[in-house]
């Protein structure tokens, strides 16, 4: 069944059943129980200041589409400052495409999204898609822990009844900018060793994130999640006495970032575009390439000891991954270095990347943070790299904080080295295979 809703010629007493008896307000969608198979048409150049938040039947087996009709602007929602412009509470097989989305309120700690998913009680969510949206202006809170705050969240959060996961949510093609705090974010309830319910099939891709207050992308309790192709421009714009990074996992297994392109991330708490965090295994990060972020280029870190609830940071893979002028060098405490590893990390990988600067700062190649309270770096290998710098003392090392890292192997091309024009073009050519990659989506 098709359902039709026009904010500039609809009417809520018609049937909503066609262009020319559509319903005029999402109040009146809202109140409506879709069964199922139902698709959600929107008219162009329509704006509303309210909330979406479809009601759908608990059992049914058929998907719900939300889309644009007609000609013009895409319709915009506009969620005046609500917890969320759409909410999607307790729902599955549902699609979201193609409309715009705004949430401007009162400045303070709200906390305030552009699309907010969450679960409770409610068991596995299927099938989830949330395509080709433009989410920009979100003014949220700028605290991580007060609330959701993104253009984009999910949350399954802990119930009474019943365990909640997401099954196949997948993010792809949105543009989202000036949203705060973060671009796109994840959360659960069930991200304990002890208490462990991850969500599966998670994806993001194809995405277009700028000036973001916070953090860029980042999945939370998760296996198996895929983020590619992505382009973040900007992050950390506005977050001040928080860490924040481009791309990161937390709690999760198994995760693949590829072929994505950050730059800009501001400030070093933490600063750095890619980041293998706490409580993760089987992370890998491949082809990516990141430039012109103040925090460095590669964060491996887990802040506490192994517990019942955390196992480490296990196994990350860092290879063939591109950094460019990343990291302000602070020779004080490491910030800003090409590699930070921090606590307890076991067996990471840092292979096959390149690493160029064209300036004559002296910079920490890899600096390690170690304690006997958060742990230490232990069986790291950072070895078959290159690093393009103009001056061979230009480039340092600390690891006397590490238990065991392994620094060998390494390709060192200088402004002298005959090979150092060859190094460059490499470097160039590989770059514009990632950049062609993102921007053919």
């Not at 058929?62 to 307790?90: C, F, M, Q, T, W």
């Not at 238990?403 to 192997?409: F, R, T, Y």
Request: hydrophobic share 35%; net charge negative; with cysteine.
């Amino acid at each position: 069944m098709k359902l039709y809703v026009d904010a500039l010629n609809g009417d809520d007493a018609a049937d909503g059943r066609s262009e020319a008896t559509a319903w005029q307000s999402l109040a009146k969608l809202n109140s409506t129980e879709l069964r199922g198979g139902e698709q959600i048409n929107l008219a162009r150049d329509s704006v509303w200041t309210e909330q979406l938040k479809p009601l759908a039947a608990r059992t049914r087996s058929s998907r719900i589409e939300i889309l644009p009709y007609g000609s013009g602007n895409k319709p915009i929602i506009d969620g005046v400052g609500s917890d969320a412009a759409i909410l999607l509470h307790n729902i599955d097989r549902i699609t979201v495409r193609g409309l715009g989305v705004r949430n401007i309120g009162p400045s303070g700690n709200s906390p305030r999204s552009g699309i907010l998913l969450t679960l409770s009680d409610f068991g596995t969510a299927r099938d989830i898609e949330i395509i080709d949206n433009e989410i920009e202006q979100v003014n949220g809170s700028l605290q991580r822990f007060n609330g959701l705050n993104a253009g984009i969240a999910y949350y399954n959060k802990s119930g009474t009844s019943r365990v909640s996961a997401f099954a196949g949510l997948k993010i792809r093609k949105n543009k989202i900018i000036g949203t705060d705090r973060d671009g796109i974010k994840g959360r659960s309830d069930y991200w304990q060793r002890n208490n462990w319910y991850p969500n599966t099939g998670v994806e993001i891709s194809d995405n277009y994130l700028e000036d973001i207050a916070g953090d860029g992308i980042v999945t939370y309790g998760c296996i198996g999640a895929v983020i590619e192709r992505n382009r973040i421009n900007g992050a950390r714009t506005r977050v001040v006495d928080e860490t924040a990074v481009g791309i990161w996992p937390w709690s999760c297994d198994d995760t693949i970032v590829r072929f994505n392109e950050v730059s800009g991330v501001t400030g070093q708490l933490d600063g750095q575009p890619i980041d293998a965090d706490y409580n993760c295994i089987n992370t890998i990060f491949e082809d990516n390439y990141t430039h012109d972020n103040d925090g460095g280029f590669i964060l491996i870190t887990n802040a506490y000891l192994p517990n019942d609830e955390n196992v480490g940071n296990q196994s990350a893979i860092f290879r063939r991954n591109i950094s460019v002028n990343d990291g302000i060098p602070n020779n004080v405490d490491g910030k800003g270095s090409s590699i930070i590893l921090s606590g307890q990390i076991d067996g990471a990988s840092i292979i096959d990347n390149i690493i160029y600067r064209d300036t004559n700062e002296a910079i920490h190649i890899v600096f390690v943070w170690g304690t006997e309270e958060i742990g230490r770096a232990t069986n790291v290998r950072v070895s078959d790299n290159t690093i393009i710098f103009n001056d061979a003392n230009i480039g340092q090392y600390d690891t006397a904080r590490a238990n065991s890292v392994v620094i060998e192997d390494n390709n060192y091309v200088y402004a002298s080295d005959p090979n150092r024009a060859t190094a460059l073009q490499l470097m160039n050519t590989q770059i514009e295979l990632i950049q062609a990659l993102v921007a053919s989506n």
